[in-house]
């Protein structure tokens, strides 16, 4: 719910729900592909979580070092330390994919 808040953001996908949301998705075609729609395959998928956990244990430290502090007044470096832990506990991630359109 913090992560949520914010960054502002009312859904975000865990890695299985978001590689679902990519098989189901349908792109329609151009006028010059003619009639139907494009399905969505994923050509390279990476988790990132490892690195996004590193980062924000990076940004925590340096935010508590320099005593920053959020625009609610909050210590900045605790907001980071909260992403940080949440992320540890698989509740958000980050990928990486590179996705091909093919008719379908």
Excluded: C
Excluded at 1 to 26: M, N, P, S
Excluded at 78 to 91: C, F, L, R
């Amino acid at each position: 719910e913090h992560v949520y808040k914010r960054l502002h953001f009312t859904q975000l996908h865990g890695h299985r729900a978001w590689q679902r949301a990519v098989d189901a998705a349908r792109v329609p075609a151009s006028m010059e592909d003619g009639n139907g729609e494009y399905k969505l395959e994923i050509l390279v998928y990476e988790n990132l979580d490892v690195h996004m956990e590193r980062f924000y244990v990076d940004l925590a430290a340096g935010a508590h070092r320099k005593g920053l502090l959020s625009t609610d007044g909050a210590k900045l470096g605790s907001n980071y330390e909260i992403t940080a832990k949440v992320i540890a506990n698989k509740e958000i991630g980050m990928n990486f994919a590179i996705l091909r359109k093919t008719l379908s």
